[in-house]
C-alpha cells in the first residue's frame, strides 16, 4: 500500500514539474531589453501595452505547460514591440537625417559665402592690380573726387543751415514776429536770402555763415514776439469764451442777461425771479428747468466763477431783508450744487434791498426787486 502511494507521488510531482522556457519566450524578454524601450512606450503606448500583455500571457501559459500558446504569445508580443521599436527607430534615423540636411545646408551655406568672399577678394585682387597698374592717374583722379568731394559736402552743409534757418523763421511767423518783433524778423530774412543768393553763387562757406546768422536772428525774433503773440491769443480765446457764454445764457428762455464792468471785473448777471412765496427761503415747484439750465451751463464752462447774490424789496426791517437774501441765495447754490456744479466755484451773499433795479413803490417795481442773481464772472 506504501508503495503505490509513492509511486502517484511521483508520478504527481513528474506531471507538476515546470517545462524549459521557449526560445521565444527568451528572445521576448531579451527583447524587452532594448535601450529604446522607454522611448518606445511613449511613441507606440498602445503597441507597447498590448506586447506587455502577451508578455504576461505568454508567461502564464509556460507555466502552465502551454508551451505552444506561449510561443505564439511571445512571437505576437516581439512583433508588436519590435513594431514599436521600429517606430522609434524610425523617428531617430529621420531626426538624424533631419539634422543631416540641416547640416548640410550649413555647410553649403558656408560654401557659398566662402565662393562669395572668394570672388570679390579676386575682384579686388584684380582692381588693385589695375590700381597700381595706373597709379599715377589713380593718384590724379583721387585728388579730383576728394575736391569734389568736399565741394559736395560744403554745398550739403550750407543747404542743411539754411533750411534750419527757414525753419526758424517759419516758427517765428507762427508767433507773428513779423507784427512783434519786426526789426528782428526783418533782419532775419535779409540775413537769410544774402545766404541763399551766396548758395546759388556757389560761396559755400559765407553762405552757411549767413545761414547761422539768420537763424540766430530769427530764434531771437521769436523769443521777442512770443510774450506779446501769447498774450493776444489768450485774449482773443478769451474773449470768443466769454461771446459764447454771453450767448448760451442769453437762449435762457426768459432771461434778462445783464453785461456789466466793475472795475476790471466783466460780468454776466442772470436774475432768477419768482423761486420764492413772500418772506419763504424754500424754492417753489415749477422753476427746476431755469436752474437746470444755469447749472448746465455752468458745467459747460467749468473755468468761470460765480457769485450768488440774493436780493428783496424794501418792506422790512434791513437786518431780516439782508438773512432772507442771504437764505435765498444760499438755497439757489445749493440746488446748483445738486444738479453737479462745483461748490468752490461759487460765492453765496445777501444784499438785501440794496440795488434794486425798479421801484419799489409799486407791486411790479418789487416783484423785479425780489430776486437771485448767478453772476458769472469774465476772465
Not at 510561443?71 to 519590435?82: A, E, F, N, T, V
Not at 525774433?221 to 450767448?247: D, F, G, H, V
Request: hydrophobic share 40%; with cysteine; aromatic share 4%.
Amino acid at each position: 500500500m506504501s508503495a503505490k502511494r509513492l509511486l502517484l507521488a511521483m508520478l504527481l510531482v513528474g506531471g507538476c514539474a515546470t517545462p524549459p522556457k521557449p526560445n521565444e519566450l527568451e528572445s521576448f524578454e531579451k527583447l524587452k531589453q532594448s535601450p529604446n524601450y522607454q522611448v518606445a512606450q511613449r511613441r507606440a503606448p498602445d503597441l507597447v501595452a498590448e506586447s506587455e500583455r502577451l508578455f504576461s500571457k505568454a508567461n502564464e501559459e509556460w507555466q502552465s505547460n502551454d508551451l505552444d500558446l506561449s510561443r505564439r504569445d511571445s512571437l505576437m508580443g516581439s512583433i508588436k514591440l519590435k513594431t514599436a521599436l521600429a517606430l522609434v527607430e524610425y523617428d531617430q534615423s529621420k531626426a538624424r537625417a533631419d539634422k543631416a540636411q540641416a547640416d548640410l545646408r550649413v555647410v553649403e551655406d558656408e560654401y557659398s559665402r566662402v565662393n562669395k568672399d572668394l570672388v570679390a577678394t579676386q575682384e579686388q585682387i584684380a582692381l588693385l592690380q589695375k590700381l597700381k597698374e595706373t597709379s599715377s592717374q589713380a593718384a590724379m583722379q583721387q585728388e579730383k573726387m576728394k575736391q569734389e568731394m568736399a565741394t559736395r559736402e560744403a554745398a550739403g552743409q550750407a543747404r542743411d543751415k539754411i533750411a534750419a534757418a527757414e525753419l526758424a523763421l517759419k516758427g517765428a511767423e507762427q508767433v507773428n514776429a513779423q507784427e512783434y518783433a519786426k526789426v528782428e524778423y526783418q533782419a532775419a530774412s535779409d540775413t537769410l536770402a544774402r545766404a541763399r543768393a551766396q548758395l546759388d553763387a556757389k560761396d559755400f562757406q559765407m553762405a552757411s555763415q549767413n545761414a547761422d546768422a539768420a537763424r540766430d536772428q530769427a530764434n531771437r525774433a521769436t523769443q521777442t514776439a512770443k510774450p506779446t503773440y501769447e498774450q493776444t491769443a489768450s485774449s482773443t480765446a478769451s474773449q470768443a469764451r466769454n461771446e459764447a457764454l454771453a450767448k448760451d445764457l442769453a437762449g435762457i428762455p426768459g432771461a434778462q442777461v445783464r453785461l456789466e464792468r466793475r472795475g476790471d471785473v466783466q460780468r454776466a448777471a442772470v436774475p432768477i425771479r419768482g423761486l420764492f412765496a413772500r418772506n419763504s427761503t424754500v424754492i417753489q415747484p415749477g422753476h427746476e428747468g431755469e436752474l437746470d439750465q444755469i447749472a448746465s451751463i455752468m458745467k459747460k464752462y467749468p473755468s468761470y466763477n460765480a457769485l450768488v447774490v440774493g436780493f428783496t424789496d424794501n418792506r422790512g426791517r434791513r437786518d431780516a431783508l439782508l438773512a432772507r437774501s442771504q437764505a435765498q441765495a444760499t438755497a439757489v447754490y445749493s440746488a446748483l450744487v445738486g444738479r453737479g456744479v462745483e461748490a468752490k466755484r461759487m460765492v453765496v451773499s445777501g444784499n438785501g434791498s440794496d440795488e434794486p433795479v425798479s421801484d419799489n413803490r409799486t407791486s411790479a417795481g418789487r416783484a423785479l426787486n425780489n430776486r437771485v442773481e448767478v453772476i458769472f464772472l469774465y476772465q
